[in-house]
């Protein structure tokens, strides 16, 4: 691993919940992580994964360096403005993006790989930490998970629009942190559950009408795309959307709403009708 001393003269470009990004030398950024963690050399291999399949993701120009007690990877530079950020400025194009963003998930998920973890033991694993879910519950969501199948195709896992570049290439998936190999609908049934929060949240903060109705018909437009472009049945995808449920316990524990999310979990094992279930 290349160790660098100092960040000193970088320029900051932006600052993250979970890394800063750097101007590094000619046309590279530096994304530079608070802390050491495993799953950032797997952001390395994901995303060398999906550049060498031909993917719009930028490209590893190198591995996991230290700068001081930190780890970063460096990358070459994508300009250009979140989606979530480049909505705010053309709300007009609402449905131009989130169809755009549904094929390239469906084109994410058309892509076979074999070097990656496997998602299913990472949902396995991150549904034992799942402390709000009874046992017996979690237990119950394990038994669904047992009888799907693992899937071999490459999963983002945190697929949404702060996670796409709007570039003068075009869109750029970035933060490939849990990409792994699984199932398509494991991944899917992530955004669906992104989605949700999304929404709630929004109403939370008392975003103006006209936001809200605007990303209402970003994930409507987005979920009616993709499902033309991977047409699944119903009874599966529910049965993803329980152990995303679940798993979403463990991996968005910031989010400090759990009720929904439990609700669900116990509404959809025992087949009771909850508002999610519309979707």
Known sequence: MESID????????????????YAWGIGHVLKLFP???????????????????????PEVIDGLIEVGEREGIV??????????????????????????????HARIHSTEVTELPLLIELLTWS????????????NAVLDVLNGLPAGGVLCHNDFYPNNIIVSLQGPMVID??????????????RTWLISWMWLSMIDEMGAPEHVQLMW????????????????????DFNHWQIVAAAVSLYWDRSITSTDQRVSFVEAALCGREHPWLSC
Not at 85 to 96: A, M, R, S
Not at 177 to 184: D, F, L, M, N, Q
Not at 216 to 235: A, C, H, I, K
């Open 35 to 57: 802390e050491r963690d495993p799953w950032h050399a797997n952001e390395v291999a994901a995303t060398r994964v999906a550049h060498k399949a031909s993917l719009p993701v």
């Open 176 to 189: 490939w942190a849990i990409g792994t190999r699984g199932s398509p609908l494991a991944d899917h049934a």
């Open 216 to 235: 209402q018909r970003f994930w409507d437009t987005f979920f009616r795309r993709y499902d033309e472009l991977r047409p699944s049945s119903l009874e």
């Open 75 to 104: 990358f070459k530079r994508v300009d250009g403005p979140t989606m979530t950020e480049y909505l705010e400025d053309h709300p007009n194009e609402v449905e131009y993006c989130a169809q755009q963003a549904a094929e390239l």
């Open 6 to 21: 100092s960040i000193e003269k970088a320029s900051l470009l932006a600052k993250g919940a979970t890394a800063d990004v």
């Open 127 to 138: 549904i034992h930490q799942a402390d709000p879910l009874e046992e017996r519950t979690r």
